[in-house]
């Protein structure tokens, strides 16, 4: 048994496919997602997005998500995503380096920075590293 799964940001679509198994990061905890799952719409916060394709003994396709809105259906998902990057493409160097610097301005709460825009970079570039883990403990 499967369901459809869209995946899209608001510059392009990332993925598009049947799926066994979605699971999303959602704002109370990871979401589980199987074929004919009750309807739903939640949001979800930045991390990884892992879905088991059909028909596939290993492939998982990983997708790293700033955040966004997870709509379930009975056979079809669709993730409506503020960012989405593809597991493969995701940068470590550059998620690192956009945690430091977050942290740096954490830090240092001068008047001129916005502490929640600072805080939202930070916990964005800390999921990026979380779902590049998750990539390489997979492989």
Not at 35 to 42: E, G, I, N
Not at 48 to 54: E, H, N, S
Request: proline letters at 3%.
């Amino acid at each position: 048994m499967t369901m459809h799964v869209d995946v899209v940001s608001a510059e392009e679509q990332i993925y598009s496919g049947t799926a066994e198994f979605l699971a999303a990061p959602g704002e109370m905890g990871e979401i589980g997602v199987l074929p004919r799952h009750a309807p739903l719409l939640t949001r979800i916060k930045a991390g990884a997005l892992r879905i088991k394709v059909a028909n596939s003994n290993e492939e998982e396709v990983l997708v790293y998500v700033s955040g966004g809105i997870l709509e379930v259906q009975p056979h079809v998902v669709t993730v409506l995503a503020d960012t989405a990057i593809r597991g493969h493409d995701l940068d470590e160097a550059k998620a690192l380096e956009a945690k430091k610097l977050a942290e740096e301005a954490l830090a240092n709460r001068s008047g001129s920075i916005d502490y929640a825009s600072a805080q939202a970079e930070l916990a964005q570039a800390v999921a990026q590293l979380a779902a590049i883990k998750k990539l390489r403990n997979r492989a």
